[in-house]
């Protein structure tokens, strides 16, 4: 699979070291991801399941862990992400892991952190843009289960509008305060880097 669905939003353009995108456009992205499930598995098939809006369930093989405060996990999908794993157990480079997760356009450069560890790989890949879906589906109170309020998506009445590309400060006026974006991207064939490359 090289065609790949990625969530782009306002922290990566805005407080983020990515710009706007568009439409064509050949970029550097390191992608997370944000498991809603994942567990250990005895599968040792590597397999991959596009859900939409860049949600995936996926059998993976673990690349790469770490046990310090970061508790970073990096599967291998074909290319590499990274991701949080606190509630895994007993789980170790070489491991399977079953699960499904949203794929992420990720502001943190793991490498910084890890750079002395040799085993950590590199998580920088390059994508061209091929389609830009701009999340327009409306906002909705609700009360966390701490009893605060907020507001989240309305999950029931999704919407997405087709852009030529992004603009995080003008969408965010006129669509909601909290622009996101699903990337429709294809992964090329040019080997991984550990840092993005200076604009």
């Avoid at 970073?72 to 590499?80: M, S, T």
Wanted: with cysteine.
């Amino acid at each position: 699979m090289d065609s790949w669905q990625l969530w782009f939003d306002d922290t990566n353009a805005m407080d983020g070291p990515y710009d706007d995108v568009k439409l064509g456009q050949i970029v550097e992205f390191e992608i997370g991801f944000n498991a809603h499930s994942l567990e250990p598995t005895t599968q040792t098939e590597k397999s991959t399941i596009s859900l939409g809006n860049a949600e995936y369930m996926f059998v993976s093989e673990v690349s790469y862990i770490t046990k310090h405060e970061n508790f970073l996990c990096i599967l291998d999908l074909g290319f590499k992400v990274g991701g949080g794993y606190r509630d895994l157990k007993d789980v170790s480079a070489g491991s399977y892991l079953i699960g499904q997760a949203t794929l992420f356009v990720d502001d943190e450069n793991y490498w910084y952190k890890l750079r002395d560890d040799p085993n950590y790989p590199p998580l920088v890949y390059t994508w061209q843009i091929n389609r830009i879906l701009l999340n327009t589906t409306p906002y909705i109170p609700v009360i966390t289960p701490g009893g605060n309020k907020t507001q989240e998506r309305d999950a029931s009445r999704q919407s997405y509008l087709e852009l030529d590309k992004t603009d995080v400060w003008e969408d965010g006026k006129k669509y909601g305060v909290f622009p996101s974006y699903v990337l429709h991207c294809t992964l090329l064939d040019i080997p991984p880097k550990y840092t993005l490359s200076e604009k």
